[in-house]
């Protein structure tokens, strides 16, 4: 099992970056996907969640309405689009799963196990 993340750079306020999450050796058809980050001095924190096995999808308050998570089972990839970024949104952003959990209630209570190497995103002028 293994998850590569990509698409992280520098971005001014107000601009867009779209990551991607490339899986290998299970397909996207069952366990919830997540993306989360980590800004420096500060705790890794829930960015996104998708449920792969019926797109049900979960944001906490500060990615509502700015991040958009999906997937395109053909390339076994999810991505998450970002628009309207902040300074804030800075920091290492990660994919993560668990192949025994299928939703993302149980993502978020019992947090993933398998985890990809992360990619920087910077919002700064």
């Known amino acids: 099992v293994q998850l590569q993340a990509s698409g992280g750079g520098l971005v001014q306020p107000g601009g867009s970056l779209r990551l991607s999450c490339a899986v290998t050796?299970?397909?996207?058809?069952?366990?919830?996907i997540g993306w989360f980050r980590q800004a420096p001095g500060k705790e890794r924190e829930a960015v996104s969640c998708?449920?792969?096995?019926?797109?049900?999808?979960y944001y906490p308050d500060f990615a509502k309405d700015r991040f958009t998570i999906s997937s395109d089972k053909t390339k076994n990839t999810v991505y998450l689009q970002m628009n309207n970024l902040r300074p804030e949104d800075t920091g290492v952003y990660y994919c993560?799963?668990?192949?025994?959990?299928?939703?993302?209630?149980?993502?978020?209570?019992?947090?993933?196990?398998?985890w990809g190497q992360g990619t920087l995103v910077t919002v700064s002028s």
């Open positions: 050796g299970f397909t996207l058809n069952r366990p919830a």
């Open positions: 993560a799963t668990h192949l025994g959990q299928a939703s993302c209630y149980a993502q978020r209570h019992r947090g993933p196990r398998e």
């Open positions: 998708l449920s792969t096995n019926n797109d049900i999808t």
